[in-house]
């Protein structure tokens, strides 16, 4: 073996934290260590779901800014954390993503309740529910109790994609595939010129697939609501259709906590047991307004 091939074994890939610096806890550190003297808001619980880890689409950056600026007595991570059929195609793991995991790993340590319920893309972590894994409690699903008294249903979603997903393959999709799909028509149609068949639209037939959509996204809340009502809880915290909602159904409430792939979003519950959905987006561009002017750097001689 030459020089050159042991230290191309030896070299952390290139995209690359080392996930296994995280299995030594007590030694690793964050890449981005957390900040210090930092005021956390505190909330009852809080809620995440559809992170997805080890995809490009993830926003790990905004997701370590909100566990920087947040904390709870119980935190949910309601499924699709980590994006397992992805990385299994192509392994991407960027220092900020071990980060998260190493923040979510520590609010344990410091005596958040941490309860994980995988979703479908990290159902590789299903077969350990009944176990707990440094202080993190991973459940098919789970029962939480609000300071009011009412009782959730919390779960990841996918359970009812059978139900619910029959022909809609445009599930997740919003604007900007429509756009691509409507750019796409073009080449479809040019090529189909070419070979002297007739103009058929792509876009039509997408369009009446994107009304499925929004048709799916409803009909989903639907039907987890009246599914969480059979089981006589109060309400039910989801995640899986990348959408965050609060809204009542039938006499059931509906609570989405969204993704952090488009939305970036986190579902809380105050004290008092009043549920608020968080955009973190818009959270950040709060706190940059806010915050106090810089002092002018010309000072009178
Ligand atoms: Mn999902």
């Known amino acids: ?88 195609k192509r392994f991407y793991w960027p220092a900020a993503h071990n980060d998260v995991v190493w923040r979510l790993m520590k609010r344990a340590r410091r005596g958040t309740r941490m309860v994980y319920i995988p979703g479908n893309h990290d159902e590789m972590f299903r077969q350990f529910a009944g176990l707990d894994f440094g202080g993190i409690q991973i459940r098919r699903k789970a029962i939480h109790e609000t300071a009011d008294g009412r009782r959730l249903l919390v779960l990841h979603g996918d359970e009812f994609d059978a139900i619910t997903l029959a022909h809609t393959w445009l599930a997740h999709v919003g604007d900007a595939a429509y756009t691509a799909l409507m750019g796409l028509n073009r080449w479809v149609n040019a090529f189909r010129r070419r070979a002297g068949m007739p103009y058929w639209s792509l876009s039509k037939h997408a369009k009446a697939k994107v009304k499925n959509a929004v048709a799916f996204i409803s009909r989903f809340e639907e039907v987890v609501a009246q599914a969480a009502g059979s089981r006589g809880v109060d309400g039910v915290v989801c995640g899986h259709i990348h959408t965050a909602e609060m809204r009542d159904i039938a006499g059931v409430a509906y609570y989405n906590d969204g993704d952090w792939v488009e939305g970036c979003t986190a579902l809380v519950e105050h004290h008092d047991g009043r549920m608020e959905l968080l955009h973190w987006a818009d959270e950040i561009a709060r706190r940059d307004r806010d915050a106090p002017a810089a002092v002018p750097l010309t000072l009178a001689a």
Not at 59 to 64: G, R, T
Request: a negative charge; proline letters at 6%.
């Open 1 to 88: 073996m030459t020089a050159t091939t042991i230290a191309r074994l030896t070299t952390a890939p290139p995209n690359g934290a080392d996930i296994t610096d995280l299995f030594d806890f007590a030694a690793s550190r964050p890449h981005r260590p957390e900040p210090e003297g930092n005021q956390r808001r505190r909330y009852r619980a809080i809620w995440i779901s559809d992170v997805h880890l080890g995809t490009r689409g993830c926003n790990a950056d905004l997701l370590i800014d909100f566990l920087d600026h947040v904390d709870s007595d119980t935190m949910y991570l309601v499924g699709d954390m980590i994006d397992g059929w992805r990385l299994k």
